[in-house]
Nanobody, 120 residues
Framework: QVQLVESGGGSVQPGGSLRLSCAAS????????MGWYRQVPEKERELVAT???????NYADSVKGRFTISRDNAKNTVYLQMNGLRPGDTAVYYC??????????????WGQGTQVTVSS
C-alpha cells in the first residue's frame, strides 16, 4: 500500500503563489510516474502535471508557464510550484502515483486531496 499525503493548499489572491507537496511512504513499490490532478464539483478530474522516474514532464496547456512540477527521489516527494494563480485554478488538487510491484503488477494510487482557492 502506497500512502500519499498532500500539503500546501490554501487560499490566495489572484496572482499569488502556492507550493504543493506530496510525500509517498509505506511501500516498497517502484513509483514510475507521479503527478497532480485537480477537480471541481460536477466536473471530471483533470491532469495538471506529471513527472516520470526518468524526469520526463507533461503539463496541461492551461498551466504551462505558470506551474512547475519537480521531484525529490531521495524523499519520495513531488512538488507543484504554482505561480500566477487564477480563480480558474480553484479546485481540490490530488496527488497521483503509478507503481509497479516486485512481481510486475501495475497500481494507481491517490492522495486525499488538498484545497486550493484563488479569490479576491
Amino acid at each position: 500500500q502506497v500512502q500519499l499525503v498532500e500539503s500546501g493548499g490554501g487560499s490566495v489572491q489572484p496572482g499569488g503563489s502556492l507550493r504543493l507537496s506530496c510525500a509517498a511512504s509505506g511501500s516498497r513499490l517502484r513509483i514510475d510516474v507521479m503527478g497532480w490532478y485537480r477537480q471541481v464539483p460536477e466536473k471530471e478530474r483533470e491532469l495538471v502535471a506529471t513527472i516520470t522516474s526518468a524526469g520526463n514532464i507533461n503539463y496541461a496547456d492551461s498551466v504551462k508557464g505558470r506551474f512547475t512540477i519537480s521531484r525529490d527521489n531521495a524523499k519520495n516527494t513531488v512538488y507543484l510550484q504554482m505561480n500566477g494563480l487564477r480563480p480558474g485554478d480553484t479546485a481540490v488538487y490530488y496527488c497521483n502515483a503509478r507503481t509497479t510491484s516486485l512481481f510486475g503488477y501495475r497500481g494507481n494510487h491517490w492522495g486525499q486531496g488538498t484545497q486550493v482557492t484563488v479569490s479576491s
